[in-house]
T-cell receptor, first 116, second 114 residues
Framework: DAGVTQSPTHLIKTRGQQVTLRCSPI?????VSWYQQVLGQGPQFIFQ???????GRGNFPDRFSARQFPNYSSELNVNALLLGDSALYLC???????????????FGPGTRLTVL | AQSVAQPEDQVNVAEGNPLTVKCTYS??????LFWYVQYPNRGLQFLLK??????LVKGSYGFEAEFNKSQTSFHLKKPSALVSDSALYFC????????????FGAGTRLFVKA
């Protein structure tokens, strides 16, 4: 089975622009989470979606938004890009068959965003 | 505040020797604890998790971790290190209360020398 896929692999934007990142979960997984990983740091939780609804949100500004589609894929949008938004953006999927806090998350390879 | 600490930026060990990567946490209520590994230019891979029950958890690739509630620790261990274990290791916690989120530590880089 295919793992979590993310597109694009790399992206270069300039300050003030907007970006959309995409994620397809493992088949059968219903929950998707997004993380930002700045170089040299651990992943920072941005959002978790389940059944198209936001179930968790980290400490990120309103410039960050996301949505989940009926096929459980997801998009992360970032508006008004800042230099500090340069990072690896990771998507993770999980089964969400019960207690989601205990679910194993399966990560995609990430999208490397560079803001100039 | 809820947090995860990995006190060592880097751990060096010789191949064949036992390894330990340390993790401590601070959350309210019972924690759900995870270890992930990241290889260069790749996403994170799941190693093991503690939910409840036996304090010693066995995971992938011969790794294990010990949950110690009194010391709020969840150290990752392996009896005999391999060169191929060299990677970046992350400890994470999902708090029992509040909205869903996963908190990751800053990571520990493991170097295994042949």
């Amino acid at each position: 089975d295919a793992g979590v896929t993310q597109s694009p692999t790399h992206l270069i934007k300039t300050r003030g622009q907007q970006v959309t990142l995409r994620c397809s979960p493992i088949s059968g997984h219903k929950s998707v989470s997004w993380y930002q990983q700045v170089l040299g740091q651990g992943p920072q939780f941005i959002f978790q979606y389940y059944e198209k609804e936001e179930r968790g949100r980290g400490n990120f500004p309103d410039r960050f938004s996301a949505r989940q589609f009926p096929n459980y894929s997801s998009e992360l949008n970032v508006n008004a890009l800042l230099l500090g938004d340069s990072a690896l953006y990771l998507c993770a999927s999980s089964l969400a068959s019960g207690q989601m806090r205990t679910d194993t998350q399966y990560f995609g390879p990430g999208t490397r965003l560079t803001v100039l | 505040a809820q947090s995860v600490a990995q006190p060592e930026d880097q751990v060096n060990v010789a191949e064949g020797n036992p390894l330990t990567v340390k993790c401590t946490y601070s959350v309210s209520g019972n924690p759900y604890l995870f270890w992930y590994v990241q290889y260069p230019n790749r996403g994170l891979q799941f190693l093991l998790k503690y939910i409840t029950g036996d304090n010693l958890v066995k995971g992938s690739y011969g790794f294990e971790a010990e949950f110690n509630k009194s010391q709020t620790s969840f150290h990752l261990k392996k009896p005999s290190a391999l060169v191929s274990d060299s990677a970046l290791y992350f400890c994470a916690v999902s708090p029992y209360t509040g909205g869903f989120k996963t908190i990751f530590g800053a990571g520990t880089r493991l170097f295994v020398k042949a």
